[in-house]
Nanobody, 114 residues
């Protein structure tokens, strides 16, 4: 069964940067979209960025101009570059793949604090 594994989270100061990765193991057929979500304590999970099979991207308004989603199909890996981080970006970041089924990773913690 296919699995998603996130990495790259950590503690960073405001204004700093991180690069998250989401590696797929196993084969997932008919992927339509891949995305990053996040969930802060006491809040609902929210969509951060999405990339289609064709490479088209969409971003939540609160990250436009700061975060960049990308993928490397040969490596079966998706990325999220986080720049100009703010304390309110603190959350667990999850990767998501929608195909004939929906897959979630276990999440990686991002903490933005001085």
């Amino acid at each position: 069964q296919a699995q998603l594994v996130e990495s790259g989270g950590g503690l960073v100061q405001p204004g700093g940067s991180l690069r998250l990765s989401c590696a797929r193991s196993g084969i997932i057929f008919r992927i339509s979209t891949m995305a990053w979500y996040r969930q802060a304590p006491g809040k609902q999970r929210e969509l951060v960025a999405l990339i289609s099979r064709d490479g088209n991207t969409n971003y939540a308004d609160f990250v436009k101009g700061r975060f960049t989603i990308s993928k490397d199909d040969a490596k079966r890996t998706m990325y999220l570059q986080l720049n100009s981080l703010k304390p309110e970006d603190t959350a667990i970041y999850y990767c998501n793949v929608r195909a004939t089924s929906t897959y979630w990773g276990q999440g990686t913690q991002v903490t933005v604090s001085s």
